[in-house]
């Protein structure tokens, strides 16, 4: 009875939304709702042009005089966008895994990184520290709308004109680039701040100075982007967090990215957009042993092929920059090189076709297409039993190199779809090799398989399966899943954000990296070692242990008349070449303390 009238007194209660529902979370609420608009409208009317233009490119091609006017569009675009990387490219630094910064135009590659480069510019770091910026004001000194604009003709002109890549990495910057534009302080901010009156106060609501309020607004913009595309939004969300936050979990940020997310859905919805990929009949998923046996082997199969595609990417994009430096040449090179591929599996397939019975006997209606554009519609092809094995296989081998030459080259092109065709291609000439008459059930795990071998989001890439798919598939993507993520490991195609402990890089060519004292330093002082003279470099702090218990201290402008100590390590800043040969000068009297001490030893 007591606890009867406990429960009656709580519900009575009247609810206090201020406690429960802070002005700060009530801000990006009506923020994330608005950047999932803004974003929405802009990329829709990308998504709409590009398929629209490429489109009637591909009719026009097929049924022209030759088939070798694709160079024709392929240059046009490519001379455009190194027009755009040339006259109009910003320099945003880029940390990979191991601490090197790399120097990338703004508008030029699948965009992604730009964007994790940008997410991460406003947070606290020692190169904002030793440049005297700091929080937000590091983002807007940067390309907000300019950006958005920019990269939205580049990737139009890519894929539009027959680039081999896909829509989604790009308009990660673009979502990026426009979340952080819509706070950006503007003129007209400013003199609505000075009336001092409704506008100026609606302007201190609405003004972003936290860098985490930034993030989360650009973290909206992302998978704003992402949903309009996909038509998932759960897995647009997961798909931005997991991308930004690959090593550091977090949720507190989830919540908006989802509303931004569902704004896109549902204005999709409105639109009468339906998914990506979409099936008339779900073909439910076998049980039995053959099957998984089957999903194993198709998923170590994607695996090593990620790990294929991850090395030639090393290996082919540096060489692109090394050996065609000038922007026209390289942008140029890349549209012949993907033009020339797609001619050969255009005039290949009819002739493997009388040749090989494995080719079928129906070719696609556009075979351009197969390798040139986003892919998508050669993903339905699979999706629905309509590609032969040998077709399938000669279509992967030759998307891959037209992928590899469009954006290596630095076509504005994403990455996302070609690593679902790639999977969907391997599932393909699976289903025929082990006679599955329905395609579906390998071609759908298979794209759980390819997201987290290549782009590793498996949290987006099981929730992009059953929100497109159905629960029913839930099971044979976490069995291909699991596989794959353990044969793959961490050959991702985008570059983490993790950083070494021992070396970062704070520019191009310029390091700070921890030494560690060796012992025949011990008792010297750094007047003594003279380093700056010596090695050219500046030691700008000290780590070491204080006189009173183990406590580790930072300590900067240490005075170079006190004594090192073998434990203490230096912190130490300057030119990566001159660094290399301080620790190679290390490591030399490190090993002739060491034989002088053997040696001793012995007599």
């Known amino acids: 009875m007591e606890f009867l009238k406990r429960l009656a007194a709580f519900l009575a209660r009247p609810l206090n939304l201020r406690t429960q529902f802070t002005p700060q979370e009530q801000r990006l609420v009506v923020k994330s709702f608005v950047v999932g608009v803004v974003v929405w409208i802009i990329v829709y009317t990308l998504r709409e042009t590009v398929h629209w233009l490429f489109h009637e490119l591909i009719v026009v091609l097929e049924e022209g005089p030759s088939p070798f006017l694709v160079f024709v569009p392929l240059f046009l675009g490519a001379a455009f966008v190194a027009y755009l990387v040339k006259y109009t490219g910003h320099r945003v630094h880029y940390r990979d895994k191991s601490g090197h910064v790399h120097q990338l135009v703004d508008v030029e590659g699948d965009g992604l990184e730009r964007a994790i480069s940008l997410y991460f510019s406003s947070e606290p770091a020692l190169e904002q520290t030793l440049t005297g910026q700091e929080g937000v004001d590091v983002r807007w000194e940067l390309p907000t709308w300019s950006l958005a604009m920019r990269k939205f003709l580049a990737t139009l002109a890519t894929l539009g004109s027959g680039g081999s890549g896909g829509l989604e990495a790009s308009v990660t910057l673009i979502g990026e680039s426009i979340a952080a534009g819509i ?29 985490d309020d930034l993030q989360t607004a650009q973290l909206a913009g992302i998978s704003a982007a992402i949903s309009t595309l996909l038509g998932a939004p759960f897995a647009a969300a997961f798909f931005a967090t997991e991308v930004m936050y690959r090593r550091r979990p977090i949720v507190e940020k989830l919540v908006y990215s989802l509303i931004a997310s569902l704004t896109a859905f549902f204005l999709n919805a409105l639109a009468g957009e339906p998914p990506i990929f979409t099936v008339e009949l779900h073909i439910v998923p076998p049980t039995d ?19 294929l595609f991850s090395r030639l990417r090393a290996v082919i994009e540096p060489a692109f920059h090394q050996y065609l430096p000038v922007v026209w040449q390289r942008h140029l090179f890349g549209a012949a090189l993907t033009g020339l591929i797609a001619l050969l599996t255009y005039f290949m397939l009819p002739l493997l076709q009388e040749s090989f019975p494995g080719f079928g006997t129906v070719l696609p209606e556009h075979r351009l ?32 190199f037209a992928t590899l030459a469009t954006i290596g080259s630095g076509g504005s092109a994403g990455l996302l779809v070609p690593s679902l065709f790639f999977g969907s291609m391997i599932a393909a000439f699976f289903s025929k090799v082990f006679v599955y008459h329905e395609a579906q059930v390998l071609v759908v795990p298979a794209m759980a398989a390819s997201l987290v071998s290549i782009v590793n989001i498996p949290l987006a890439a099981t929730l992009f399966i059953v ?5 029913r598939y839930m099971v044979p993507a976490l069995v291909i899943l699991i596989v794959s993520s353990l044969i793959a490991q961490d050959f991702s195609i985008y570059r983490t954000q993790r950083e070494s402990y021992d070396a970062r890089q704070v520019a191009p060519g310029y390091s700070v990296r921890r030494v560690l004292v060796p012992n025949s330093w011990a008792g010297k002082t750094l007047v003594e070692l003279d380093i700056r003279r010596r090695f050219g470099l500046n030691v700008i702090g000290l780590i070491g242990r204080q006189q009173q218990g183990d406590q580790v201290a930072v300590r900067f402008e240490t005075p170079s008349s ?23 000068t290390l490591t030399e009297e490190k090993l002739k303390l060491r034989a002088a001490q053997l040696a001793a030893a012995e007599e």
Do not use: C
Request: net charge negative; charged share 20%; proline share 5%.
């Open 467 to 471: 929100e497109l798919f159905g629960g």
């Open 369 to 400: 297409a197969l390798v040139l554009g986003p892919g998508e519609t050669v993903i339905h092809d699979a999706l629905t039993n309509q590609l032969a094995a040998g077709v399938a296989l000669v279509v992967l081998v030759a998307k891959l």
């Open 183 to 211: 706070f950006k302080p503007r003129t007209l901010y400013q003199w609505a701040d000075q009336r001092h009156g409704l506008l100026a106060r609606l302007w201190h609501w609405w003004e972003t100075n936290d860098p």
């Open 562 to 584: 006190q004594p090192l100590v073998i434990d203490d390590i230096l912190v130490v800043l300057g030119p990566d070449a001159r660094l290399d040969r301080f620790e190679e």
């Open 289 to 307: 042993a053959r099957y998984y046996l089957i999903l194993m082997l198709l998923g170590i199969t994607i695996a090593l092929f990620s790990n």
